[in-house]
């Protein structure tokens, strides 16, 4: 990546970023008007149409049906002859799906070997092996039928005094369980639930049921440690105030045990972060994706993970994941994964072009190929060890990718179960989101947003193109962040009690 020039006060040198040699396009980096002048690499280029900052503008004329070119890729063709200088989107910017060549790796690929100075945290060790950033009790629903029992015992929890070792009470209530297709669908909600409960930043869980859903409290009480997980149903216990009392007396069970915990010094090879981007705008693939894909590889080189989500965003960059693919069999996994995502979606007539919001638009992004180059750019360079699908348990060190939706709340509750016990968000258009009992780093693509949004942002990567800090930089600060917040300190989302909770919903209601 090229950035020219950069400087935070706007001169013809520094008012466009040049991403890649190859491009037909520049980036706005602030608002351009009709007949001001750029200089892009020494050469003068006279701008004939307003252009808001993040959009593209042409470099060259560039004839109808043409690829237009952006991150040395091709991000669709224009439908109409477009002169140099023109403002280029929708309106003359076409989504081609086009093909892609894959070059599969010929040989097996590693991560390098970890230092030998290893960073710490201070987190809670789990009898299973994984370490946990927070240590949480937590309350789930087995279906829509108990969320609101399970919302009334959290509730009772809120803004109470914990004892040391005890971060709080988180709730997993949710609309699903009940008239579900038997097979995948219920598959997948009881691998997400079990994920969340039996989570390394999980201390302790209550399940409650109605008692005759699909998603019985049974399917979890049958192979757990009663001091692990206590489960009741509403019909056993005689109804919701019964209930509640009862939860609520288990939740202080739990609470009494988790307050004996503390934390430890662990080596930072536990860290299994998730990465997630939403309210993304052209930025993101200029700043807060690369400078998160820095510190993923940070991560990935002494021995942690990252895990890259958003099956929906990496369409039209998977061959750039295949190329990094650590063999063969990842590879083609990698692509089943968008195949089977595709066919997913060809019953409702939908597109991977259906993805981009109106504010992804608005940001600069015209459609799914250019959402994606950037969105990839999370994952940093080093190879993508495994593919998981959704809420599948994570085991790799380095890159791996979870299949999940582009959607925000889902993706992150497929993360959340897989057992990431950390996930960094990327927005340009300021996404508040969080989850019940992981931390969520915001990281801003954009000074702008991060000033407008000050109390739910955490780090601003807008600074690389303003031109004060680069990549490797801010990929530093976000690696010691993670550090911290690892170790107890609180993000912006949650002081705020951000805690979306969706599981992803594949199949009919019946």
């Known amino acids: 990546m090229s950035i020219i020039d950069i400087d935070p006060a706007a001169t013809p040198q520094n008012s466009a970023i040049l991403l890649h040699a190859d491009d037909t396009v520049v980036i706005a980096r ?5 007949n001001q002048t750029l200089i892009v690499q020494g050469e003068e280029l006279p701008v004939i149409s307003n252009v808001p900052a993040g959009h593209k503008v042409a470099r060259r004329a560039i004839a109808a049906g043409e690829n237009v070119v952006r991150y040395g890729q091709v991000i669709g063709r224009a439908t109409r002859a477009i002169a140099r200088g023109e403002h280029i989107h929708t309106q003359n910017l076409a989504f081609d799906e086009g093909s892609r060549a894959y070059e599969f790796p010929e040989r097996e690929r590693t991560l390098p070997a970890p230092p030998a100075e290893m960073p710490t945290f201070l987190g809670y060790p789990r009898a299973d092996g994984r370490v946990g950033t927070r240590n949480y009790i937590a309350v789930a629903a087995a279906s829509n039928c108990a969320a609101h029992v399970a919302e009334l015992v959290v509730e009772h929890f809120r803004g109470r005094e914990f004892p040391e070792g005890v971060d709080g009470v ?10 579900h297709s038997i097979g995948p669908d219920t598959r997948q909600l009881e691998r997400v639930i079990r994920g969340v409960i039996y989570h390394p930043n999980v201390a302790g869980a209550v399940i409650v049921g109605l008692g005759c859903e699909i998603n019985l409290v049974d399917h979890y009480l049958k192979d757990a440690a009663p001091e692990r997980l206590t489960g009741m ?3 056993q216990v005689g109804g919701t ?13 739990h609470i009494e045990r988790a307050a004996a915990m503390r934390r430890v010094e662990t080596p930072a090879s536990k860290i299994v972060l998730g990465l997630n981007c939403g309210g993304s705008d052209s930025f993101s693939g200029i700043t807060a994706n690369p400078a998160l894909g820095a510190c993923s590889d940070m991560l990935a080189r002494i021995g ?8 929906p965003e990496i369409f039209g960059a998977e061959h750039l994941l295949v190329k990094r693919a650590r063999n063969r069999a990842v590879a083609e996994k990698l692509l089943g994964v968008v195949a089977s995502y595709k066919a997913y979606l060809a019953p409702f007539g939908g597109s991977f072009d259906d993805n981009p919001s109106p504010g992804n638009k608005e940001g600069g992004l015209s459609n799914i190929l250019e959402k994606s180059l950037g969105a990839v750019a999370k994952g940093g360079t080093l190879p993508l060890m495994d593919v998981v699908e959704y809420g599948e348990r994570i085991d790799a060190p380095g890159l791996v990718f979870m299949n999940t939706p582009g959607y925000d709340p889902p993706s992150l509750a497929g993360l959340a179960a897989g057992g990431v016990n950390l996930i960094a968000f990327t927005t340009g258009r300021g996404s508040a989101i969080g989850f019940p009992s992981i931390p969520v780093v915001k990281i801003a693509s954009n000074s702008n947003i991060y000033r407008r949004m000050t109390s739910n942002m955490d780090i601003n990567a807008g600074r690389i193109s303003d031109g004060t800090a ?22 912006c989302a949650e002081k705020w009690g951000h805690r979306e909770f969706v599981p992803w919903r594949i199949g009919p209601v019946l």
């Open 470 to 491: 680069t990549v490797e930089q801010v990929g530093a600060e976000i690696f010691h962040f993670l550090l911290e917040v690892a170790s107890g300190r609180r993000t």
């Open 30 to 34: 602030v608002p351009l008007s009709a």
């Open 233 to 235: 149903t509403l019909q």
């Open 304 to 311: 942690a993970t990252a895990t890259l989500a958003e099956t």
């Open 241 to 253: 105030p019964a209930t509640v009392e009862a939860g609520i007396r288990a939740v202080e069970a």
């Open 170 to 179: 988180v709730g997993f209530p949710h609309g699903d369980g009940c008239g």
